[in-house]
């Protein structure tokens, strides 16, 4: 929008498959989180973000980035912990 304002939106999608062999200590029956073919899934999250760069100045060339969104599709193979919200933040400085 500006040299030094930049807002973004994106779709993000995941998949991630079940663990491949299993830990012989671990009993999927007294620990359910254990199952090792109850662990993959699918989510979709849509998120949006803001990207501030300082042009000139004494911290020319630092950019700061803020990302905020919400989970719009999630399917979970097992007992797995659900998301709720996602956020990043980061600073980085070019010279």
Do not use: C
């Not at 991630?16 to 620990?31: E, F, K, L, R, S």
């Not at 899934?41 to 969104?69: H, Q, S, W, Y």
């Amino acid at each position: 929008m500006t040299d030094w304002f930049a807002p973004s939106l994106r779709i993000k999608g995941r998949i991630w498959g079940n663990v491949h062999g299993a830990d012989p200590n671990i009993d999927p029956t007294v620990d359910a989180e254990g199952d090792p073919h109850r662990q993959g899934g699918r989510r979709v999250d849509l998120l949006m973000g803001m990207n501030f760069f300082v042009p000139t100045g004494i911290l020319k060339g630092t950019r700061v980035m803020m990302e905020a969104g919400l989970p719009v599709y999630e399917n979970l193979d097992g007992p797995q912990l659900s998301t709720r919200w996602l956020f990043s933040a980061g600073v980085t400085y070019s010279f």
